[in-house]
């Protein structure tokens, strides 16, 4: 069985029939607090989801580990598509990978997935900033994992 809410890596994805380019993701269940009046998951758990899945992929990916030296990331867009609806007790799966990179922002995509099925596709574009709210270059320690892990292109 597929631990819930731990770093799950290309082999354990695999087993869960996650195709590639899916190289790190997530697993979870639906809870009632998450639904809606139609009984699926609300939109807003879905970016709840999304941030708690950020979070564990920064600190596996040494990008943060979110102590009192924690880089000043930013989320400047978001976009969801629901491709269908997910239920109470459903075990998800979460997939993200950074698609693109640029000097001081990075590209990422998401999978949300039920029995080895897309339901959800996502994007979002990240920013890194000073300590002043200006844009800073990206270290290359993380353009490195981006590009190793995840394939990232440098734009």
């Keep these: 069985m597929t631990p819930f809410l731990t770093p799950l890596g290309p082999e354990q994805l695999r087993a869960e029939a996650i195709p590639e380019p899916w190289a790190f993701g997530m697993k979870d269940r639906v809870r009632f607090g998450e639904l809606d009046v139609l009984n699926h998951v609300n939109n807003a758990a879905y970016l709840r989801w999304l941030e708690n899945f950020r979070i564990q992929y920064f600190r596996d990916y040494q990008v943060s ?91």
Excluded: C, H
């Design 65 to 155: 580990d979110y102590g009192a030296e924690r880089p000043r990331i930013v989320l400047r867009n978001i976009g969801l598509e629901f491709v269908s609806e997910v239920l109470l007790n459903d075990e998800y799966i979460i997939t993200g990978r950074t698609v693109s990179i640029r000097t001081s922002s990075w590209a990422m995509e998401y999978g949300v997935w039920v029995s080895g099925r897309l339901t959800t596709r996502g994007n979002a574009v990240l920013v890194l900033l000073d300590d002043a709210g200006a844009k800073r270059p990206l270290p290359d320690s993380w353009r490195a994992a981006f590009q190793s892990r995840d394939g990232a292109e440098q734009l």
